[in-house]
């Protein structure tokens, strides 16, 4: 899985999952700082990235937009704020239970994999 972190990520997510072997990119790191929503979505899906983020309201709807019109995106990734070493163990325990599949047109709920092991 190849990660698009958006603006409200901290940097540090991005160099801790790089340590670890995830291929993560900001949008510090791409020039895309104050882009849209909508042009953040686009660009991941250009770059064949799952973007992560907290803006969980504004990308759920976008998803189900870009649905209806059958657009389609990389993956989208949502969670609530919470500390950089849960949202590490989350994101490997997400990538470690999907191995091997894709993330077209999906939105996954970070949360869901909270009840990961320390890795």
Same mark, same amino acid.
């Given at each position: 899985?190849?990660?698009?972190?958006?603006?409200?990520?901290?940097? =540090?997510?991005?160099?801790?999952?790089?340590?670890?072997?995830?291929?993560?990119?900001? !949008?510090?790191?791409?020039?895309?700082?104050?882009?849209?929503?909508?042009?953040?979505? !686009?660009?991941?899906?250009?770059?064949?990235?799952?973007?992560? !983020?907290?803006?969980?309201?504004?990308?759920?709807?976008?998803?189900?937009?870009?649905?209806?019109?059958?657009?389609?995106?990389?993956?989208?990734?949502?969670?609530?704020?919470?500390?950089?070493?849960?949202?590490?163990?989350?994101?490997?325990?997400? =990538?470690?239970?999907?191995?091997?599949?894709?993330?077209?047109?999906?939105?996954?709920?970070?949360?869901?994999?909270?009840?990961?092991? =320390?890795?």
């Amino acid at each position: 899985m190849k990660l698009y972190l958006v603006e409200h990520l901290t940097p =540090i997510l991005a160099k801790m999952l790089r340590e670890r072997g995830i291929d993560c990119l900001t !949008t510090q790191e791409a020039g895309n700082i104050g882009l849209p929503d909508e042009a953040q979505l !686009t660009y991941a899906r250009s770059h064949r990235r799952v973007l992560m !983020t907290f803006d969980r309201k504004d990308f759920l709807s976008l998803a189900k937009q870009w649905a209806e019109l059958g657009q389609p995106h990389a993956g989208i990734v949502l969670s609530r704020q919470c500390s950089v070493s849960d949202l590490i163990r989350q994101v490997l325990h997400l =990538i470690a239970k999907h191995k091997g599949q894709g993330f077209d047109n999906q939105v996954l709920w970070l949360q869901n994999y909270k009840d990961a092991p =320390i890795p």
